[in-house]
């Protein structure tokens, strides 16, 4: 019987080159035979093209999220979906530092990513998306989604396995239909979880279905001061500084929002 | 699973007039059933707000409250067709008597949200919401509308006391772990960044230590209308060119509403003319020609009564 693959996977890159290295060299280790970023490379952290330079001169497979497309065609706003005014206001901040501090060919290389990437493995159908399979910038929170919609989602879709980002944290659904969808969460910012690490997600395709979610320090202080250095917003800054959001959480669900600080 | 029905009219139909209009009005396809609201209270509530979309009161009886079991159909309805959350609303929810019971049946399927004017929380009913909550497989939220950040603002529109009653159940659902919403009405078209931090920092004087707020634009229908604000001849999304509507925009495009006595296009058109859709949820699933001027209020502000 075939062994069964190893696919580490992560989203949101936000820039931070520094986390970004530490959780390939975690990947390489673990051995990962395949390993996936599910977009939005940029954003957030300081200097974007680092980050950038370092996806594309590894063998990671990349997909084009919502702040991709939107730096790549330099467009007005990150295109992330917030309702609310204020994490409006602080994405516009991240979004406009962003795209002033991306270079062109970096900028083109994202306008040529996937929006999305199918295989097969084990016997079952993989989708990686950013969002989710309908939607480049749709948040799926683990307490805000049914049963029945995750699974509509695989079946509309045709896949038995989901794996996507975009909300920032990471989670892991068995359905009762022996399917799984998998938020890979994002590795440029800490899981709002009080630890300044990052996650992502390891898995194990075979007969059976495997997720770990994988623990990864990085040098968090190195990047906070590369962030004052570039003089983004001290919010930013505190949330790589203490592992808890204090932008772009106004959209958290009940269940995730108390089990930040803010 | 969508219907090939022709899409429903929002507007009054059967007129010669209404007839050379149709086909003038984009017609919103429902992308998929995202949103379940569910009328829970009917049109029954302890209050008589001023500027309620859908005129409810302490004797309305337009719409009937739903009986707990009608409610557990609707869900399983709603989720054979892949419902991703639920939403309760009335009138005033917890003026149901089931209420709790209802919640503790829908939480183990799927997300739920109340929407109520917190005046009507007593201790055992928010020890009660916080064992649900603590208890279930997704998030509980509760939303709690303030029409201002004084008294004498939000009571303008709600009546005498109950400012103080809606900050009294904000605190005690925090105390209880519970992270209320704040539903904010931009009743005087704030810029919505400064309106928000107003609410941010007076909600946070009142000792309310992690406010979420959700701000919603004035739709001049039910009282509001009545009391003479009402839809003008430019709000109209008749004659928007087909190429240029955006059929992302709209929360109809994800939502349908049930009450006792039927399934209707989306919350805010439940009593108004044309809303209603179908019987059932199967048979709500069709496109809806959008000719209310709430539909206007909708598309331009791109508001969604969905939380988030």
């Known amino acids: ?262 | 699973m969508r219907n090939a029905e022709p899409a429903r009219s929002s507007g009054q139909s059967g007129t010669a007039e209404a007839d050379r209009e149709a086909g003038e009005f984009p017609s919103q396809p429902l992308h998929h059933l995202d949103s379940l609201w569910i009328q829970v209270a009917g049109t029954r509530c302890n209050l008589s707000c001023t500027h309620c979309f859908v005129s409810c009161g302490p004797t309305d009886t337009r719409h009937a409250m739903m009986p707990r079991r009608q409610v557990a159909e609707r869900v399983t309805e709603g989720l054979a067709l892949g419902v991703r959350e639920v939403y309760f609303t009335g009138g005033e929810p917890f003026l149901h008597p089931e209420m709790l019971g209802i919640l503790e049946d829908t939480l183990e399927r799927a997300p739920c949200t109340v929407l109520t004017n917190g005046t009507l929380f007593t201790p055992a009913s928010i020890a009660q919401l916080a064992r649900l909550s603590r208890a279930a497989r997704f998030s509980l939220e509760l939303r709690v509308s303030l029409d201002g950040t004084e008294r004498g603002a939000h009571d303008a529109f709600r009546g005498a006391g109950n400012f103080e009653r809606a900050v009294k159940g904000l605190l005690a659902l925090e105390a209880a772990g519970l992270l209320p919403i704040v539903t904010a009405t931009n009743t005087a078209h704030e810029d919505p960044l400064v309106l928000r931090e107003r609410y941010a920092a007076a909600l946070r004087a009142f000792g309310l230590s992690r406010p979420r707020i959700k701000l919603l634009p004035m739709f001049q229908l039910g009282r509001q209308a009545l009391r003479g604000s009402r839809y003008g001849a430019t709000e109209t999304l008749r004659g928007l060119p087909p190429g240029e509507f955006d059929s992302n925009r709209l929360q109809c495009g994800s939502c349908r509403a049930v009450t006792a006595d039927g399934v209707y296009v989306c919350p805010l058109l439940v009593n108004e003319p044309g809303g209603r859709m179908s019987d059932t949820l199967v048979g709500a699933l069709g496109s809806f020609e959008l000719r209310h001027g709430a539909c206007f209020t909708c598309y331009a502000t791109g508001m969604t009564c969905a939380n988030g």
């Open chain 1, 1 to 262: 019987m075939a062994e069964a693959l190893r696919l580490a996977a992560f989203g949101g890159v936000y820039s931070n080159h520094l986390a970004l290295a530490a959780v390939l060299r975690d990947a390489a280790g673990w051995g990962a035979a395949r390993t996936c970023c599910l977009g939005d490379v940029g954003g957030f952290g300081p200097h974007p093209d680092r980050a950038a330079a370092l996806l594309r001169g590894s063998r990671v497979l990349a997909l084009r999220g919502n702040l991709d497309d939107s730096v790549g065609h330099a467009r007005s706003d990150c295109s992330c979906g917030y309702g609310d005014p204020r994490d409006r206001h602080f994405s516009q901040l991240s979004f406009d530092y962003t795209l002033a501090a991306t270079s062109e060919v970096h900028r083109a290389w994202m306008r040529d990513l996937p929006e999305q990437h199918r295989f097969q493995a084990g016997g079952r159908r993989v989708l990686l998306c950013h969002g989710s399979p309908r939607r480049v910038n749709e948040f799926l929170w683990d307490s805000a989604c049914s049963d029945a919609f995750l699974e509509w989602l695989c079946e509309t879709h045709a896949a038995d396995v989901v794996l996507c980002s975009h909300s920032g944290l990471h989670w892991h659904r068995a359905l009762p239909s022996g399917r799984h969808v998998i938020n890979v969460g994002a590795i440029g910012r800490p899981a709002n979880d009080g630890r300044t690490g990052v996650w992502y997600a390891a898995l194990q395709l075979g007969k059976g279905v495997g997720v770990e979610f994988r623990p990864v320090a990085y040098e968090h202080e190195a990047l906070a001061l590369e962030m004052e250095s570039e003089a983004l917003p001290a919010e930013f800054i505190e949330t790589i500084r203490t592992g808890w959001w204090t932008t772009c959480l106004e959209n958290l669900p009940a269940r995730e929002r108390a089990a930040g600080r803010h």
